[in-house]
C-alpha cells in the first residue's frame, strides 16, 4: 500500500538531508597562472641601482676591456652599465626588459670581482654559475706578520714563479689573487674552504711539500664525492 505523497514529504523531513557523500561534488575551478614579476614590477616601478668603487690601480685595466665587460652586462643579461669617471665608480641598473631581479646582483659581482684583480674569462663564471663565490681575506687575519716575515709569507703563497699558486688553484678548481697583503679566491663555497685552508697552513709557516700531499688527499676526496 502506497503512502500519500504529504506522508512521504514528512517522512524525509523526519531523516533529514540526505548525506554529503550523496551529492556530486563541484568541479573546482581552474588554477590561475600568473606571469611572472619583471624587476621593475616587484619594486613598485622603482628601478634598482647598484654602483661599484674602481681602484686607482684598475682604471687603466677598466678602460683597456671596456667593452668585454660591457657586452654581456648589457646584451645577455639585459642590465644598463656605464662608467661615471667622476665619481670613480661603475654603475649598474635594471631595465623594463630585465629577465630577472638577481641578474642585477651577479653583474655587481662580476665588476667587483674583475676590481679585485680577476681576469674578465674567470670573472664571467660568475655571470653564467650561480653556486660562485669571491671570500676575500688579509695575511694579518691569520697571523701577525711585519717586515721580512711578511715578505717571505707572501713568497710562500705564489711559489717560484706562481708555482704554488697555480698549484692550489687547479687542485681546488678556484682562481687565487694575491695583491699585496690581501687575498680573494674565486669559486665554489667547498673549494674555496680547501683552497683557503691550504693558503693559511702556507701563512702559518707548513713547507710547500706538506700543503701538496694535503692537497692531493683533499682533492682526491673532493673527486669521489662529485
Not at 654603475?91 to 655587481?108: F, I, W
Amino acid at each position: 500500500m502506497e503512502l500519500p505523497a504529504s506522508s512521504a514529504a514528512m517522512e524525509t523531513e523526519a531523516n533529514g538531508p540526505p548525506p554529503s557523500s550523496a551529492v556530486a561534488p563541484s568541479a573546482a575551478p581552474p588554477k590561475p597562472l600568473f606571469q611572472a614579476l619583471k624587476p621593475h614590477e616587484m619594486s613598485d616601478g622603482k628601478i634598482q641601482f647598484r654602483k661599484v668603487p674602481v681602484p686607482p690601480n684598475r682604471f687603466a685595466p677598466l678602460k683597456k676591456n671596456w667593452m668585454e665587460i660591457y657586452t654581456p652586462i648589457y646584451e645577455q643579461m639585459k642590465v644598463d652599465i656605464r662608467m661615471n669617471l667622476k665619481a670613480k665608480r661603475v654603475e649598474l641598473k635594471t631595465r623594463h626588459d630585465t629577465p630577472d631581479v638577481s641578474h642585477l646582483q651577479k653583474c655587481a659581482d662580476f665588476v667587483n670581482a674583475f676590481m679585485l684583480g680577476f681576469d674578465i674569462c674567470d670573472a664571467l663564471a660568475l655571470l653564467r654559475l650561480d653556486d660562485l663565490y669571491v671570500d676575500s681575506f688579509e695575511i694579518k687575519d691569520v697571523k701577525t706578520l711585519r717586515g721580512e716575515h711578511l715578505s717571505r709569507a707572501i713568497g710562500r703563497l705564489s711559489g717560484k714563479g706562481g708555482k704554488t699558486k697555480f698549484a692550489i688553484e687547479n687542485s681546488t678548481r678556484t682562481r687565487i689573487v694575491i695583491a699585496d697583503t690581501k687575498i680573494h679566491i674565486l669559486g665554489s663555497f667547498v673549494n674555496i674552504k680547501v683552497a683557503r685552508d691550504s693558503l693559511c697552513s702556507l701563512i702559518l709557516g707548513s713547507p710547500a711539500g706538506k700543503v701538496y700531499s694535503k692537497l692531493r688527499a683533499v682533492s682526491a676526496r673532493l673527486a669521489e664525492q662529485y
